[in-house]
């Protein structure tokens, strides 16, 4: 049973405009979220993080929103560039179980010139 | 900067046969992790090592084991390999354990297995 999913295999943005990546969850004891970015042939970088204690955290152009009554969070890329292109994974951690992961699907960003 | 090197970076086995996967952490790094990635799944954590013990298990099968050595590589045994063992292997490593340090999570570019 897929405990973080992303529902969507890819998305398609104009440079410029705002990339809205979703991510839900089903374990209530995930306190931690991060995003991943990943190129070809290259592994996952982090890219940004939230606490469940947060409801958003921003860096840059990345923005984390979470909703944990919904269980549900969101990244947004603002403006968007080509070179965002790239698979974005959504991953939570659970409270006391270190920093082991588990991943969502991942969201394949093309973001066209 | 260095970085996470996992090594073979391709590995092309039959079934029945053994592989061993290897990953040098980031230099002081004192923790690894092993993620598999079948294709088109998500990445699935599979074990880790800190200060060369175990420190949290996954979904490993009972036909694969790990270690950490004394100069904080691991490397990964995998034996009497099956079609469904072909996947991406992810090592990442990261100093210390603490809460809320993932993002301190550095990823190598993965091992590619192939079972025929």
């Known amino acids: 049973d897929q405990q973080v999913k992303q529902n969507s295999p890819s998305l398609s943005v104009q440079e410029g405009r705002i990339s809205i990546l979703n991510c839900d969850y089903t374990?209530?004891?995930?306190?931690?979220f991060l995003w991943y970015k990943k190129y070809p042939a290259e592994g996952p970088t982090f890219l940004i993080s939230?606490?469940?204690?947060?409801d958003k955290n921003e860096d840059g152009r990345f923005t984390v929103f979470l909703n944990k009554s919904a269980k549900h969070l969101s990244l947004h890329i603002v403006p968007s560039q080509p070179g965002d292109s790239a698979v974005y994974f959504c991953?939570?951690?659970?409270?006391?179980?270190?920093?082991?992961?588990?991943f969502g699907g991942g969201t394949r960003l093309m973001v066209k010139p | 900067a260095a970085g996470v090197i996992q090594s073979p970076r391709h590995l092309i086995k039959e079934k029945r046969e053994t592989a061993t996967l290897k990953c040098y952490p980031i230099p002081r790094h004192d923790t690894v992790y092993w993620y598999q990635q079948g294709p088109g799944q998500d990445p699935q954590f599979l074990i880790s090592?800190?200060?060369?013990?175990?420190?949290d298990k996954g979904s490993i099968p009972d036909r694969f084991s790990a270690q950490q050595f004394s100069d904080y590589h691991s490397e990964l045994n995998m034996s009497s390999l099956e079609l469904g063992d072909s996947a991406l292997y992810f090592c990442?490593?990261?100093?210390?354990?603490?809460?809320?340090?993932?993002?301190?999570?550095?990823f190598g570019s993965g091992t590619q297995l192939s079972v025929l």
């Open positions: 991953a939570a951690s659970e409270a006391n179980a270190g920093n082991m992961l588990t």
């Open positions: 090592f800190y200060e060369k013990m175990q420190s």
């Open positions: 939230i606490s469940s204690i947060k």
């Open positions: 374990n209530s004891m995930f306190d931690y």
């Open positions: 990442a490593s990261s100093f210390g354990l603490q809460k809320g340090s993932s993002e301190k999570l550095f």
